[in-house]
């Protein structure tokens, strides 16, 4: 399947926009450029289109007739370990740091205890149970869960190709429906046998909540490639759409509050640790309009520096988990000051570096590949 760059596009700026707002919580900052990269047009934010749009991807990219089941699962969870890696490699260059710089300046342990107790109170613990992902501190959370993910990749797809994809869809929404019911409090007992001073630390992200958006991802991949369906029938239904968004802008920015529409109403039905309904229902009107924004205008999202970025998403993503941490003093001394802004800018840009380094190292892969071949 030929590759789409605005879907390249769409998840590099997603990864830009994300990686601003990270910046801006290690950082404790405040900046203008929030109103445009932190749910600009309604309860809905970068980490949720990146991960339905990841489901989207897999579904397209492992359900291929090229690939047999068995395939397709080795592939699948194979990607999950090459992402598994990648997560424990930024784990084992950031607890050193974070350990040398409380040395450093003592204050930071205010900071440390907040990403992660555990490995200040109990650092041999944590260390394994974070190879397990059974620890994962702030902002270091999406990588574990994106593994858990591709971990059921196949068991979806199983479904998908028996054309059970109601079912898939049915037990993915009840379990959606019940996460609120499933609580750190369950597992709080395991961690405090092992220590007093351990607490469960799972994430910021549901995993029982998340996987909902993953799943409808990848079932809409699945159609994509194998029974496509048009979801853009008429001009009529795109523009009632586009009509709900512009309504759910209003109230998000509280344009509607004299008639009791405001934030006050909406944040908590649309809770974004446990996928409340009113986040999802934002979601998926965006992603229907991008979608109809990318059916008329296939290359509308295909932007150069974004596409670049997006198609090395991993390696990006393992960059900015880094970059947030390291670039956090020099943004947090420079808070109030009219380079702030611009310091954010300028760090979020060195996403390409990690991108180009990873194109470099597959084309050497494939020189050294034609070499082996030409020589034998």
């Known amino acids: 399947m030929k590759r789409q760059g605005s879907l390249d596009g769409i ?4 990864l830009f926009l994300m990686t601003i707002n990270h910046l801006v919580w290690m950082s404790v900052g405040q900046t203008k450029l929030q109103y445009f990269t932190l749910q600009p047009f309604g309860q809905v934010g970068a980490a949720e289109g990146f991960i339905l749009l990841s489901g989207l991807l897999a579904g397209m990219v492992y359900s291929s007739n090229k690939l047999t089941e068995n395939a397709s699962r080795r592939k699948a969870w194979w990607r999950a370990f090459t992402i598994y890696k990648y997560h424990i490699i930024v784990l084992a260059i950031l607890v050193p740091y974070g350990w040398c710089m409380m040395q450093v300046e003592p204050s930071y342990l205010d900071s440390a205890l907040f990403i992660n107790a555990n490995f200040v109170h109990e650092p041999l613990h944590s260390a394994w149970l974070s190879l397990l992902l059974l620890n994962r501190p702030a902002y270091l959370d999406i990588l574990p869960l994106y593994v858990l993910l591709m971990l059921f990749l196949p068991l979806i797809l199983a479904g998908l190709r028996r054309n059970l994809w109601w079912l898939a869809l049915a037990i993915s929404g009840v379990v959606w429906a019940s996460s609120g019911h499933i609580t750190i409090a369950l597992v ?3 961690y405090q046998s092992l220590s007093p001073n351990l607490t469960a630390s799972l994430g910021y992200f549901d995993f029982f909540a998340w996987q909902f958006i993953f799943v409808v991802g990848v079932t809409i991949g699945y159609f994509h490639r194998h029974q496509p369906i048009n979801w853009y029938p008429s001009k009529l239904l795109v523009a009632t759409i586009a009509s709900i968004a512009f309504i759910m802008a209003l109230v998000h920015h509280s344009v509607l509050g004299q008639y009791g529409l405001h934030q006050g109403i909406t944040y908590p039905l649309a809770d974004k ?5 009113l986040r999802v229902v934002h979601l998926f009107v965006w992603v229907y309009l991008i979608g109809a924004l990318i059916n008329r205008y296939p290359n ?4 150069p520096f974004f596409s670049f970025i997006g198609k090395h998403s991993l390696q990006v993503f393992a960059w900015q988990s880094l970059l947030i941490f390291f ?11 009219a380079h702030y802004d611009w310091l954010l800018i300028l760090f979020a840009s060195t996403l390409w570096i990690p991108a180009k380094l990873h194109q470099l190292w597959l084309a050497r892969k494939v020189r050294v ?4 071949t030409s020589v034998n």
């Open 11 to 14: 998840r590099g700026i997603l």
């Open 300 to 303: 509308a999202l295909n932007l």
């Open 188 to 190: 709080e007992p395991l």
């Open 273 to 277: 640790p446990e996928m409340g309904w």
């Open 327 to 337: 670039a956090a003093p020099t943004l947090y001394f420079s808070r109030g000051e």
């Open 369 to 372: 590949a034609s070499a082996k």
